[in-house]
Nanobody, 131 residues
Framework: QVQVVESGGGLVQAGGSLRLSCVVS????????MGWFRQIPGKEREGVAC????????HYLDSVKGRFTISKLNRKKTVYLEMNSLQPDDTATYSC????????????????????????WGQGTQVTVSS
């Protein structure tokens, strides 16, 4: 059974930083892309940052480029999202997802969330940025 557990959300002032962590168990972490997605009530979930199974490719939502960094540590089966210069528009529930397709070729396909019903999801963690 695959388990995905996030931590690290919270309340921060605009301009501040947070780091989200996500630990995965129950699958061969090295072989799967990982991503962070966010959702605001009433809006669709969007891919914020994704990293390929090899760690060699990253994909970011345009609005977070230069501010957010995704990374993975295979030996700890953990993926991180470092968020800097946070803005009120970043307020959302952030969820970690593990791909269900091993060694996916196109990372952007995963990050688009087109097959998100097949991903393995965490419970989500709230990030609130005050102005």
């Amino acid at each position: 059974q695959v388990q995905v557990v996030e931590s690290g959300g919270g309340l921060v002032q605009a301009g501040g930083s947070l780091r989200l962590s996500c630990v995965v168990s129950g699958l061969n972490f090295d072989d799967y892309a990982m991503g962070w997605f966010r959702q605001i009530p009433g809006k669709e979930r969007e891919g914020v940052a994704c990293i390929s199974w090899s760690g060699g490719s990253e994909h970011y939502l345009d609005s977070v480029k230069g501010r957010f960094t995704i990374s993975k540590l295979n030996r700890k089966k953990t993926v991180y999202l470092e968020m800097n210069s946070l803005q009120p528009d970043d307020t959302a529930t952030y969820s970690c997802a593990a791909d269900s397709t091993p060694q996916r070729v196109w990372l952007i396909e995963f990050c688009s969330g087109s097959n998100q019903h097949s991903y393995y999801w965490g419970q989500g963690t709230q990030v609130t940025v005050s102005s």
